[in-house]
């Protein structure tokens, strides 16, 4: 089963992905954090990247399907053997990429089994990223309102925290933007083809993931 899981900037999709993919060891591909670390890498195109990561608008499609392709391809006859599948967070972000996503899961004989979007207010979009913290020592993310960190500016290891660039508030609202204009047509896609579900994402995690669980029959 191949999931994509969609929902605003903040509405906590990294985090149930993360439950899905411990309990059933999905294979999880986070399309923001690839692109963080090729911004930090010495690919050829890192500030290239880096620019759009920052400003908080889509890298181009094309950059995104060689990513997408690379990783796919890199992990299908693993995954079939175990009978595992992807977990696609933040990606697709357009039509354009949803139909390029399809059409490169078709060549290993797959598809996109159901959509999840998790639906948060842009208030709470807002609140949830201004107080996202990551851990610049062991990659962990915290959120001072929902998940505090043990210290102010201090993870669990003993990291400094800081906050992504492009959490500051002008670019959480150029991405919750973009986002939305977006999405709109992703979700009627998913929609007319019959795998989407919405799920109120302004409940405990918990409740969440169960729901998550259930709608997927697993
Ligand atoms: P996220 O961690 O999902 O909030 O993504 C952070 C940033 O990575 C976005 O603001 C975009 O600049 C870039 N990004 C992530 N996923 C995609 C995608 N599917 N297509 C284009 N750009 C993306």
């Given at each position: 089963m191949?999931?994509?899981?969609?929902?605003p900037?903040?509405?906590g999709?990294?985090?149930q992905?993360?439950l899905?993919?411990?309990?059933?060891?999905?294979?999880?591909?986070e399309?923001?954090?690839?692109?963080?670390?090729?911004?930090n890498?010495n690919?050829?195109?890192?500030?290239?990247i880096?620019?759009?990561?920052n400003?908080?608008?889509l890298?181009p499609?094309?950059?995104?399907?060689?990513?997408?392709?690379?990783?796919?391809?890199?992990?299908?006859?693993?995954?079939r053997?175990?009978?595992?599948?992807?977990?696609f967070?933040?990606y697709?972000r357009s039509?354009a990429?949803?139909?390029?996503?399809?059409?490169?899961?078709?060549?290993?004989?797959k598809?996109?089994?159901?959509?999840i979007?998790?639906?948060i207010?842009?208030e709470?979009?807002?609140?949830?990223?201004?107080?996202?913290?990551?851990?610049?020592?062991?990659g962990r993310?915290?959120?001072?309102i929902t998940?505090?960190p043990?210290?102010p500016?201090?993870?669990?290891?003993g990291g400094?925290?800081?906050q992504?660039?492009?959490?500051q508030?002008?670019?959480?609202?150029?991405r919750l933007g973009?986002?939305h204009?977006?999405t709109?047509?992703?979700?009627?896609?998913?929609?007319?083809?019959g795998?989407l579900?919405?799920?109120?994402g302004e409940?405990?995690?918990?409740a969440?993931?169960?729901?998550?669980v259930?709608?997927l029959?697993?």
């Amino acid at each position: 089963m191949n999931i994509m899981i969609l929902g605003p900037q903040g509405s906590g999709k990294g985090t149930q992905a993360e439950l899905l993919v411990k309990q059933f060891g999905f294979n999880y591909v986070e399309m923001g954090e690839i692109l963080r670390s090729i911004a930090n890498s010495n690919n050829p195109k890192a500030e290239e990247i880096k620019g759009y990561l920052n400003s908080g608008k889509l890298v181009p499609d094309e950059f995104v399907r060689t990513v997408a392709w690379d990783h796919i391809s890199k992990k299908e006859s693993s995954l079939r053997e175990k009978k595992k599948g992807f977990i696609f967070d933040g990606y697709p972000r357009s039509v354009a990429q949803f139909e390029q996503l399809e059409d490169m899961l078709r060549r290993f004989g797959k598809k996109i089994d159901k959509l999840i979007y998790i639906t948060i207010p842009e208030e709470e979009s807002i609140k949830r990223l201004s107080a996202r913290r990551d851990c610049t020592k062991c990659g962990r993310i915290w959120n001072q309102i929902t998940n505090p960190p043990p210290g102010p500016e201090t993870c669990e290891c003993g990291g400094k925290l800081t906050q992504r660039g492009d959490d500051q508030p002008e670019a959480i609202k150029n991405r919750l933007g973009i986002f939305h204009a977006n999405t709109g047509p992703i979700l009627k896609k998913a929609r007319e083809e019959g795998i989407l579900t919405e799920v109120d994402g302004e409940r405990p995690i918990e409740a969440i993931h169960e729901e998550i669980v259930k709608e997927l029959g697993l």
